[in-house]
């Protein structure tokens, strides 16, 4: 049985420029795109063994880049912060007397947070 | 002439892990330390040019890693963000009337901002 990993789905949203190209395609097709591998076989003209294999290689490498970089982790820690800073936003915002501008300022910031950089 | 480039010690610090030990260890000595590329070429037992080749070609892998996950670029974006913040506490602290939870959050959520994750 070979069930799909949702949290590849989330290294991938990383990673997938430091995968070549082809691998990059396939992992998309099946993580992004949802296509099963058999449907990836056919339009990729190999076998479903063949793109199984790949997309298997695909995760090893999303696991090694993860354990190296650790970006996925640090982004959760990140939307943690943008969490807490909409609730100082909430915060402010009830206590009233707090200008625009600052309510302004803050939802950039959360934004950038958010924002994966990739 | 074989200048250091200290942008590349910044990057450094986001894909060192991606390096080979090696190429790492050299990188390190010669950016960090501030070791000349005799002195690591004696450390190491091998030729100045031997260490000049090794650095260059980390140098070329640094600048891939950021073209292809720009996470150096990204920090500067969140380092901006965090200024922000640090602006925004400082108009709360002189308008009055926040409490001291909401500036230790913050000063945590700043904090997070800042740390690079790896």
Redesign the interface.
Known sequence: MFEKNLSVAFLLD??S??LDERTRDIMEAYYEDDLSLSEIADGEGISRQGVRHIVKKGEEQLEF?EE????A??YE??S??AK??E??KA??LE?G???DD?IT??E??IS??L?K??
Chains 1, 2 share one sequence.
């Open positions: 990383f990673y420029n430091l880049f190296k970089l650790g970006l982790e640090h820690e990140l943690l912060a807490k800073l609730g100082v915060t402010l206590a007397g707090v200008s600052t300022i803050l950039e910031i950038t947070i924002n950089g990739i």
